[in-house]
Every structure is written in C-alpha cells, then in structure tokens.
C-alpha cells in the first residue's frame, strides 16, 4: 500500500474521476445527470484510495484534505448558493446593445463578489427576457458564458472555486486584487468586442421585432434584497475569520468552534438566508433545486479524495518535470482547466510549483506568496479562472447557462462548434495577450 501511494500509479484514481466529469455529460448523459450515479463513481474510485492511504501511512493528508480543504470548501459554495438562489431579477429592458453590454459589465463585475455560478444564475434569464424579442441572441449567449460564468471571478476567492482553494494555501484575501489589471484588461476587450459585435446584429434585426422590444419594455425589478446583507456577510466572513486575522484558527489544539469558526458564520449566514427569504422568490421565481450543490458536493469528494496521493506525487515529482518558465504553468494550467475541472488543475499546479527545488524557485524571482513565486501564482490563478471559458465543459456554470438559453428557444453551438466559433477565435487570442503582457 505504502509502494502505491508513492507512485505514479496513484494518480490514475484521480485521472478517471477528472476523465469522468469531462466526459460523463457527453458519453452518457442521462445516466450522468442523475446525482446517484455520480456518487457511486466517486465511491467507486475514492474508497480503495482513501483505504490505501490510511494502510500507506497517509491518514494525516487524507484528514487534511478532507477536514480542513473539502468541508470549507463545500460549505462555502453551499452558502453563495442558497444566499445568490434568494434574489431574483425581473423586468424586460430595451434590448439596445449598450443596454446588453451593460448587463455583461454588471455580470463581469458581480462574479467576483457573489462567485461565477451566483452571477450566471442570478442574470442570465433578465438577459434571455430582456432579447426575447430579438432574432439574433446566441452571441449574448456566448459573452455571457465568457465574462459573467468564467472571466469576472477573478479578483477574490469568492469569484471561482480555484482561487478559494489558492486561498486556503496562504494567499491572502486581498492578495488576488493584484490581478485587477488582468481582470480589468480582458473585461474590457470582451465587452468592446461584445459591444461591436452585438451592434452589427441589432442593425440586422426586423423593424417590426426592434418596435415590438421596445413597446413591451418593463422596469427591473429587484426581489429579495436581504440576501446583500447575508452576501456581504460572507465577505466579511472569508476575508477576516482565518487565520491571518484569528491565528488560534490554525493550532491544531484549538477547538474545533475556533478552527472551524469561518465555517460556523456560513451556516448561520445560509440558515438566515433560508429562513427569511420568501419561498415564491426562491422556489417559484428562481426555480431553486438542490441538485447543483448536491452535485458538487458528491463529485468534490471523489476529487479531493483521489488528488490527495496525486498531489503529493507531483510535489515530489516536481523539479523532474521540465517546467521552468511561466508560461508554462500558465498554458499547462489552462489547458487542463479548459478540458477538466479547474479547481483541482489549479491545486495540482501549486503542488507542482511547491516541490521545485530552491534554485528553481529563485529563478522566477520576486515575492513568495501561499509557498510559491507570486508571478507562478498569477500565472496559475488567471489560467485557471478564465481558460474554464474555452469549453462548455471547463467551468460548471457553463453547461448551466447553455441549458437554461436552449430551454428559452436559443439555438446554442455543439461542444466543439462553441470551441471553433468562439473560444478559439475569439478568447484564445485574448489569453495570449495576457500572458505576454503580464506573464
């Protein structure tokens, strides 16, 4: 047992369940999208693994992993999740194009606060309402998925569940607002694009459709306001109850009220969202289920069960792999985020970058920050947040978007007619300016 866990074989656990999400919507869908079955994959592969790292003397990281990095982990989706489900956006705007980029930019900027799924899920039907009546659409679509369920999250741990888990490993709070010109500079790219490009199809639209827009305009409407509170709550809670602010918080000999506390203020923050928000708002309104976070919650623990030898191998591993230039973690981390799920890319990457040897490490220069060089840490959150856009299958929001624009009658591309006629032509470039301007 002790051979496995130390060897390249232990990784192929983690290989299949990544492998799994990856292709399970498009091999088998049906059988897929019923949470049991993913469960059932995730016990599958998780069980022997976790037996073989308590028989391999691992238990300490099995506890780790699953104590200190999936529970926080899930209980802070959990609580963007009920608290974003509360509120409700209603109204149909003038679908005019600096009215439609206005909603993106909105979108863009909110994702970072209330997370990429919170935003997409909160906006994407007043945008489906508000060009109901238009013929062209799919477009809107497109950006949409790019800024709002992917790009904007980029500037806290809030944002994108990658840059949480970043957080967990030392980067500060404040730390990612150091990506705001990354941020800044592909927001505003998309949204000058998306702004052009939206304005080439409103000059194609029917008369009879632009005068029917405007004539069945109504006013936003915002539902469900209490759940900003609870929002900036949770703010405040991840950015001050950790262990840079309540150094207690990470003594293994404290009790588990303290180290848990962050934890404790979620719950209470979730329960209060739950208990004070009207259910038509929720219920009716938002067409809330449970089925997404149950999802995330039953895949996350296969994940983070299969990574933990997987992890420690690419540590050990690290100095042999060849990867010496930033560039290379970026385009190495973007690539599996793109195709597989960023989260775990982005912690399989800092690993990669903690078990550099010190003259590695030197090599890249400047500050250390969560025990890599900060521009190692840049290069792997930007890619990990924002390359989730180059598929439908990169980022969850996504295929949630996709699904609720082709319920509302939007003919939306196949998985790789998304990929030629717009990630590739359109974010691609995008990203590789990025990478030679800031990397």
């Given at each position: ?36 079955n ?67 930019g ?5 994702a ?12 994407i ?12 659409t ?100 991840v ?42 708002v ?9 089925t997404?976070?149950?999802?995330v ?25 060849g990867l ?89 591309p ?11 032509i ?14």
């Open positions: 047992m002790e051979q496995f866990v130390h060897s390249a074989w232990s990784m192929i656990p983690f290989g299949l369940m990544l492998l799994m999400i990856a292709i399970g919507p498009l091999i088998a869908e049906h059988w897929w999208e019923k949470n049991m993913k469960l059932i994959v995730s016990c599958i592969l998780g069980i022997p693994v976790a037996v073989c790292l308590v028989m391999g003397g691992m238990w300490h990281e099995l506890e780790h992993q699953l104590f200190f990095d999936y529970v926080p982990f899930i209980i802070l989706l959990l609580s963007l999740f009920v608290i974003t489900g509360g509120i409700h956006f209603s109204g149909d705007l003038k679908a005019k194009p600096i009215i439609n980029t206005g909603f993106l909105l979108g863009w900027i909110l970072s606060i209330m997370g990429t799924t919170g935003a997409a899920m909160l906006l039907r007043p945008v489906i309402t508000t060009n109901q009546q238009r013929r062209y799919m477009h809107t679509i497109l950006f949409f998925i790019a800024l709002v369920a992917n790009c904007g999250g980029l500037l806290t741990p809030l944002g994108d569940p990658p840059l949480f888990m970043l957080f967990l490993r030392g980067a500060s709070f404040t730390w990612f607002l150091k990506l705001v010109p990354e941020w800044a500079f592909t927001g505003a790219i998309l949204l000058l694009i998306y702004f052009l490009v939206d304005t080439y199809y409103y000059k194609k639209e029917d008369e009879s459709a632009l005068s029917a827009d405007i004539a069945e305009a109504t006013p936003l409407v915002v539902k469900g306001k209490i759940n900003f509170l609870y929002l900036i709550g949770v703010v405040l809670a950015a001050f109850i950790n262990e840079g602010t309540i150094p207690l918080m990470g003594k293994a000999d404290a009790p588990l009220w303290i180290r848990y506390l962050r934890e404790i203020v979620l719950l209470s923050l979730t329960g209060m969202s739950l208990y004070t928000t009207k259910r038509e929720r219920y009716d309104l938002n067409k809330y289920t449970w997404p976070i149950i999802e919650a039953v895949l996350f623990l296969g994940i983070f069960t299969t990574m933990t030898p997987a992890l420690a191998f690419l540590a050990a591993k690290a100095p042999e792999l010496s230039h930033t560039w290379q973690f970026y385009y190495s981390t973007g690539a599996l985020s793109a195709f597989l799920d960023n989260t775990p890319t982005a912690v399989a990457f800092h690993s990669v970058a903690t078990g550099l040897t010190p003259e590695q490490m030197a090599a890249f220069g400047g500050e250390m920050v969560a025990g890599i060089p900060e521009v190692l840490l840049k290069a792997i959150s930007i890619a990990a947040v924002m390359f989730g856009a180059l598929t439908y299958i990169g980022n969850g929001p996504n295929f949630m978007v996709k699904a609720i624009a082709e319920e509302s009658g939007i003919k939306m196949s998985f790789f007619g998304y990929m030629i006629r717009f990630s590739l359109v974010l691609l470039p995008i990203y590789i300016l990025v990478q030679l301007i800031f990397l």
